[in-house]
């Protein structure tokens, strides 16, 4: 049970906050809100009559005239306006995944509704991207042309190719991932559309019978989303995917499939758009502990390396993830905080399928109980909303101090409702990215790529490294957010 502090402590403790430069503990349900809000910004194509970012227009209305199929719609992958398929159908599924677990705190928190929204506005692109059985188109745009200019998406003068993986050019990891999503949004979308779901969970069991069939990475038949999003393998996707339509279907085909691979997967070090091994250690630890599976073998050892991985991250485990000095964990460079993101979603995901069995976790350096791991993800999400040497949200919009030059072209040139004149290729570079002053458009809820290993961050909008934010960085952050509203 939690305590109110006497008005005149609070009083005193927000003040030694502003002293020391470290911003009160941030509101959980605004930050969910602002997440949320994110993802409408993000939107390509036909915007809805009820789109809230008001200062977005449609845009890329004829994505994939070109090969003859409508691919409007989905999500701009980050700062950029390309459509990568492999980074949105990771977003797609974690979204989905927030809701399969958290659905009663979003509901809780008014923004269910607004989660389903952004879930369907992502499958309803990946039906669309799934033409035929054997084939799915995995990116509209070209980076190289899309990163050589600063434009609107409304504006975007540059290329739109469209790029695809079939049985003659495989994919697996792309297909895999997709699958995946389209298998969690037909749980999470089953409750509002029973109809709907099952459409989705035929695409998925389409997609993931092509990839299964057809191994290959997909930048092999998609190059030019591999220079941007390169897939280091696709066992994880594979298994990904049947975890979730067995979980869609309890059909024990795909129980079977992930029994036979042979490959857990091992303690992972990171769980990220690419490495989706933990995700599935977690799925599967979920059934041990319900017993649908035994906690002998190939589910046993999945469970051991989820639990290696949640050890790792309390700090307790054989190989603990580095911190900052200022307590941020810290995994890679390049936007580290999508994998803080991520591993804190695991930890309170693992937290309540303990919690529903009243069961704890043994560590090398001690036991782990529910409570442990969700005081763990707080104080990561603590530091992320502003409790921080810095003293910054790096969620835009929270407190008063956040990045004010996202690297985003549509937040950082002024809004097409405002000024309708067209902004060329060059002319976006030449003024609008070079201007060293806050973006015109608050692009509120988005997560920048976070601070250096020292918690150093330099808000300027060329620091693409730091100051880049991405649907898979906040995608995790919406049901990590949900848990922690309470």
Not at 132 to 151: L, R
Not at 187 to 196: D, T
Not at 209 to 220: F, I, K, M
Request: hydrophobic content about 35%; proline content about 5%; aromatic content about 12%.
């Amino acid at each position: 049970m939690s305590r109110k502090l006497p008005m005149v402590l609070l009083g005193f403790l927000c003040f030694y906050c502003g002293v020391i430069g470290i911003q009160a503990a941030a509101d959980y349900g605004e930050a969910l809100t602002k997440s949320l809000l994110f993802f409408e910004a993000q939107r390509s194509g036909k915007l809805p009559d009820n789109q809230r970012v008001e200062w977005r227009g449609d845009s890329a209305l004829k994505d994939g005239g070109n090969a003859r199929i409508d691919l409007t719609g989905g999500y701009y992958d980050a700062g950029d306006n390309v459509k990568f398929g492999f980074p949105m159908a990771y977003t797609i599924t974690f979204l989905a995944w927030s809701v399969v677990e958290f659905s009663q705190q979003l509901k809780a928190k008014g923004e269910l509704a607004h989660a389903l929204e952004a879930i369907k506005w992502g499958t309803d692109y990946l039906i669309k991207a799934h033409p035929q059985p054997n084939v799915f188109y995995g990116e509209v745009g070209d980076g190289n042309s899309d990163h050589a200019c600063w434009q609107r998406p409304e504006d975007m003068t540059t290329p739109r190719n469209v790029k695809m993986i079939s049985d003659q050019s495989p994919g697996a990891d792309l297909a895999g991932e997709s699958a995946a999503a389209l298998a969690a949004g037909s749980i999470a979308l089953g409750g509002v559309n029973k109809s709907y779901a099952q459409i989705l969970l035929r695409h998925s069991k389409e997609l993931f019978d092509l990839a299964r069939n057809h191994p290959g990475q997909y930048q092999s038949s998609i190059p030019t989303a591999g220079a941007f999003y390169a897939s280091s393998g696709y066992e994880d996707e594979l298994q990904w995917a049947a975890a979730w339509l067995y979980r869609a279907t309890n059909e024990k085909q795909y129980l079977d499939f992930l029994q036979e691979r042979g490959n857990t997967g091992g303690v992972r070090t990171v769980f990220s758009w690419d490495d989706k091994y933990l995700g599935v250690q977690l799925l599967v630890s979920k059934l041990v502990l319900d017993g649908e599976v035994g906690s002998s073998g190939p589910w046993g050892q999945y469970k051991s390396d989820a639990e290696a991985f949640l050890c790792n991250y309390a700090q307790k485990g054989n190989g603990n993830f580095r911190k900052t000095p200022g307590g941020l964990l810290w995994f890679l460079p390049w936007a580290n905080l999508q994998y803080v993101g991520s591993a804190s979603f695991a930890a309170v995901t693992y937290a309540n399928y303990l919690e529903a069995k009243k069961a704890t976790m043994q560590c090398p350096g001690g036991s782990l109980s529910p409570s442990d791991l969700y005081a763990l993800a707080h104080s990561q999400v603590d530091y992320v909303l502003g409790k921080n040497p810095k003293g910054m949200s790096y969620m835009v919009g929270i407190g008063s101090s956040y990045p004010k030059q996202p690297h985003h072209r549509g937040a950082s040139i002024v809004s097409i409702k405002k000024s309708s004149a067209p902004v060329g290729c060059q002319e976006g570079m030449d003024y609008w990215f070079t201007k060293n002053e806050s973006n015109p458009n608050v692009l509120d809820g988005a997560i920048v790529g976070g601070p250096d290993e020292q918690d150093s961050y330099t808000d300027i909008r060329s620091n693409y490294q730091q100051a880049e934010p991405a649907t898979a960085t906040v995608a995790p952050f919406v049901g990590l957010l949900a848990s922690l509203s309470k």
